[in-house]
C-alpha cells in the first residue's frame, strides 16, 4: 500500500472536496461551516428528507450520493472523523426547509454503526427536537458488517459495523422519500432494509491516511489478507496467507450464507463495492466470481452492483453486501405497507452523481441470459443569545481558572505522541491528534480573551469549553466531552449545586448516550472515579490521583465499547486507553496549573 499522496497534509482537504463534489452537480450547494452538501431545490410531492453523513475518507461517501432520487442532504466530519452534532444539527435544518417549502419536511437519518457517529447524530437529533419542533425526525441504523457477530456473541454493546450496505440503503430510501411517501412509512421500511442487509469485507493491506507518519504505518505482510478489515483500518476476524482468489472469495461467500444472525434467501440484490485500491480488472473478476460461486448454491442474484460506492482511502480492498429482498417483500406484505417494490426503488432515476447502476434486471441465472461562494439557503442555525445569569453562580477568581486551564492544555500537548502511540495499537491513531486539536483551541480562545474567564462564572465558562472542544475535536471523544460539558454547564447554572453534586448530574446526562463504565475500557475509567471522588467530598488532589490510577488500569485490559473492542491482543501487548490517559492529562494539568496559582 502507498503512503504517498498528492495532497500530503489533511489541512483544507476535506472541504476542497466538498466544493469538487459540489461543482459536479449544479443542483447541490455547500454549507461550508458545517461541511453540508444539500439539494437546492425538491419536488412539491416529498415530505421527508433522507440524510446521512460520516467522517471524510469514504468519498464517494455522502457528498456524491446527495441529489434528487437519493439523499436531501449529507455531513462531513474529518478524515476518519465523525462529524459533530453542531454540524448534524445544521444539516437537518438545510434538508428540512431548503427550497423554502411551504412546510417543512420530515427528516430521516441513516446512521452507521460506529460509536462516534452513533453519539453525534443521537445529540444532534436530540437537539433538532427542541430547536425544530414542527420537524418530526427519525432515524435508522446500518450494521450490516457479519465479520465480528461470532467473536463478539457475547458481547452486546458493540455490535456489527456499517459497511457499504449504507449506500443501498440510501438509494432505496430516497427514492421511496422522492414518492411523497411519509416518514412512518420509509421509517419502517429502512428498519426492514436493514434487518435484512449483510455485508462482509477483505482487505489486502491498510490504506494510510495523509497527513499521518509513513514510517509507523501499520501493514499486512506481502502474502496476507484480512477477512472483516474495517472501514478505518480496525482489525478484522482473521488474517490468513493469501493463496488464491478463489480461496478469499470462498471462505467470504461462505460466511455469508452460513452466518447465524441472518439468512440469505434465493432473490437477492448483490452489492460489490470496492475499497478504493483494487483495479477495475480485479473487480470485474470478482464480480464473475462472486455471481458464479452464489450460483453453486443455486442462489442468483436479481440485480448485481459493482463500484467504488464507501471507500477507505486508497485501501486495497473490497465487501460484498447482500439484501435480502424476499425477506424484505414479506414485511411489506405483513405490514399492510404502500405497494413498495424494491426492484422498483433500485431503477428509479436519481441524480446522485456517484450512484452506479444498470435500471435492469436478470430475470434467470445471468449465465443463462448472458463552498460558501455557492449560494446557500437562508442563514445557518444561530448558537442562540447568552444564557440567563444564575442568581447565585459558582464565581471563582479569573486568574486561579486561568492557570488551571492552562496548566490542562500544556498537559495534554506534552502527552500527545503517548496518547498517538497507544492509540495506533489499539484505534486508528488520531487520538493524539484529537486532544492537542482541542487543547490548541482551547489555549488560543484563552490567549484572544474570548474564552471569558474574567466573569469567573464557572457555569459560562465550561459552556463556552464544551463548544470549543465540539468544534475543534469532533469524532467520539469530541461528542462525549461536548456531552458531559454541556451537562455540567447546565447543572452548575440550575441551582448553583456544589461542584460535586454537579459532576454527578454530568455523568449521569453522559450516561444516558453511551453504556461505558469503569471497567470498559473508556475515559469514564479515568472521568467515573473523578466525578465520585468529588461527590463524595474528597479533596481535588485525591480525586486526581484517583483519575490517574483509573487510565493505568486501563493497561492490559481489554475493551468492550469502541473500535478497541475488536481487537484481539493479549494484555501484555495492550496499552492504556488513550482516551483515559487523556483525561487524567487533563486533570493532572489542572491540579498542576492550580498549585502555580498560589491559592
Not at 434538508?95 to 454503526?113: E, M, T, Y
Not at 474574567?454 to 472542544?469: E, F, N, T
Not at 460535586?500 to 475500557?521: C, F, V
Not at 482516551?579 to 502555580?596: E, K
Amino acid at each position: 500500500m502507498t503512503t504517498k499522496h498528492l495532497y500530503d497534509s489533511p489541512d483544507g482537504l476535506v472541504l476542497n472536496a466538498l466544493r469538487g463534489a459540489v461543482a459536479l452537480n449544479p443542483a447541490l450547494r455547500l454549507h461550508a461551516a458545517s461541511k453540508s452538501v444539500y439539494l437546492a431545490a425538491h419536488s412539491a410531492e416529498k415530505r421527508v428528507a433522507v440524510i446521512s453523513g460520516g467522517g471524510a475518507g469514504h468519498e464517494p461517501a455522502h457528498a456524491s450520493y446527495t441529489g434528487t432520487g437519493m439523499l436531501s442532504a449529507s455531513v462531513s466530519g474529518d478524515i476518519f472523523a465523525s462529524p459533530n452534532a453542531k454540524q448534524i444539527l445544521n444539516t437537518i435544518h438545510l434538508a428540512a426547509f431548503s427550497g423554502k417549502p411551504q412546510q417543512a419536511r420530515d427528516v430521516l437519518v441513516i446512521i452507521n454503526n460506529y460509536t462516534g457517529d452513533r453519539l453525534n447524530f443521537g445529540l444532534a437529533i436530540e437537539k433538532a427536537r427542541i430547536a425544530l419542533p414542527g420537524v418530526n425526525i427519525e432515524s435508522i441504523v446500518v450494521a450490516d458488517d457479519i465479520s465480528l457477530l461470532r467473536q463478539n456473541a457475547g458481547n452486546n454493546l458493540v455490535g456489527p459495523r456499517g459497511l457499504a450496505g449504507n449506500i443501498l440503503v440510501c438509494k432505496l430510501l430516497g427514492a421511496l422519500a422522492e414518492k411523497g411517501e411519509s416518514l412512518d412509512v420509509l421509517k419502517a421500511f429502512g428498519d426492514a432494509l436493514v434487518g435484512n442487509l449483510i455485508s462482509l469485507g477483505v482487505g489486502l493491506d491498510h490504506c494510510h491516511v495523509p497527513g499521518r507518519p509513513k514510517e509507523s504505518h501499520a501493514r499486512l505482510g506481502v502474502n496476507e489478507y484480512e477477512i472483516g478489515l474495517g472501514l478505518h483500518n480496525e482489525p478484522g476476524v482473521t488474517k490468513s496467507e493469501l493463496r488464491t482468489a478463489a480461496q478469499v472469495l470462498d471462505q467470504m461467500v461462505t460466511m455469508i450464507l452460513t452466518t447465524r444472525d441472518r439468512e440469505v434467501d434465493d432473490e437477492i440484490v448483490l452489492f460489490i463495492n470496492n475499497l478504493g485500491g483494487m483495479s477495475q480488472l480485479e473487480m470485474g473478476a470478482i464480480v464473475h466470481d462472486v455471481v458464479e460461486r452464489f450460483g453453486k448454491e443455486g442462489i442468483h442474484p436479481r440485480r448485481i452492483y459493482c463500484s467504488s460506492y464507501m471507500t477507505s482511502l486508497n485501501a486495497p480492498g473490497f465487501s460484498i453486501s447482500v439484501l435480502n429482498v424476499t425477506a424484505i417483500r414479506s414485511f411489506v406484505s405483513l405490514q399492510t405497507q404502500p405497494n413498495i417494490d424494491v426492484y422498483e426503488l433500485l431503477d428509479a432515476p436519481t441524480d446522485a452523481l456517484a450512484w452506479i447502476g444498470a435500471r435492469s434486471c436478470w430475470t434467470q441465472s445471468w449465465k443463462e441470459e448472458m463552498d460558501d461562494s455557492l449560494e446557500i439557503v437562508g442563514e445557518p442555525i444561530p448558537r442562540g443569545g447568552e444564557p440567563k445569569q444564575p442568581s447565585h453562580s459558582t464565581r471563582i477568581s479569573a486568574s486561579f481558572i486561568r492557570t488551571a486551564i492552562q496548566g490542562a492544555c500544556d498537559r495534554v500537548l506534552e502527552v500527545r505522541q503517548d496518547l498517538t502511540e497507544f492509540d495506533t495499537v489499539v484505534g486508528d491513531g488520531d487520538c493524539g491528534d484529537t486532544f492537542a486539536a482541542g487543547a490548541n483551541a482551547v489555549v488560543s480562545k484563552l490567549g484572544d480573551g474570548s474564552l471569558g474567564v474574567s466573569s469567573g462564572d464557572l457555569s459560562v465558562i465550561v459552556r463556552d469549553i464544551a463548544d470549543i472542544l465540539e468544534d475543534a475535536m469532533g469524532g467520539t471523544i469530541g461528542a462525549l466531552f461536548a456531552i458531559f460539558l454541556n451537562a455540567l454547564s447546565a447543572s452548575l447554572k440550575a441551582d448553583d449545586p456544589p461542584l460535586g453534586r454537579a459532576l454527578h448530574d454530568a455523568k449521569t446526562a453522559l450516561g444516558r448516550y453511551t453504556p461505558a463504565k469503569i471497567g470498559d475500557r473508556t475515559i469514564m475509567d479515568a472521568l467515573a472515579p473523578f466525578c465520585d471522588a468529588i461527590f463524595e467530598g474528597k479533596p481535588f488532589e485525591t480525586a486526581v490521583c484517583e483519575a490517574c490510577t483509573g487510565a493505568q488500569r486501563t493497561r492490559g485490559m481489554q475493551a468492550q465499547l469502541g473500535r478497541a473492542a475488536y481487537l484481539s491482543l493479549s494484555s501484555k501487548d495492550i496499552p492504556p486507553d488513550p482516551g483515559a490517559w487523556g483525561v487524567s492529562a487533563i486533570l493532572d494539568g489542572m491540579l498542576d496549573g492550580t498549585r502555580n496559582s498560589g491559592k
